[in-house]
């Protein structure tokens, strides 16, 4: 049992110390539906569109 209690409690501080960091510094996850930069939502209708509009403003 402690040492149950020993690896949440850990891990319980990670995550804290995770959240805490990212408050702080106020970074947002890249990768997550459709790539860094991306402000897409994560439908897959809504991606194809959004991944359209995004060829279409990188062609010559």
Do not use: N, W, Y
Request: hydrophobic share 45%; aromatic share 4%; charged share 20%.
């Amino acid at each position: 049992m402690q040492t149950f209690l020993a690896t949440f409690l850990l891990f319980a501080a990670i995550m804290a110390a995770m959240a805490i960091g990212v408050m702080v510094h106020g970074r947002r996850l890249k990768g997550s539906c459709g790539g860094p930069g991306a402000d897409c939502p994560c439908d897959e209708a809504a991606r194809e569109t959004c991944e359209l509009k995004r060829k279409a403003g990188s062609a010559p």
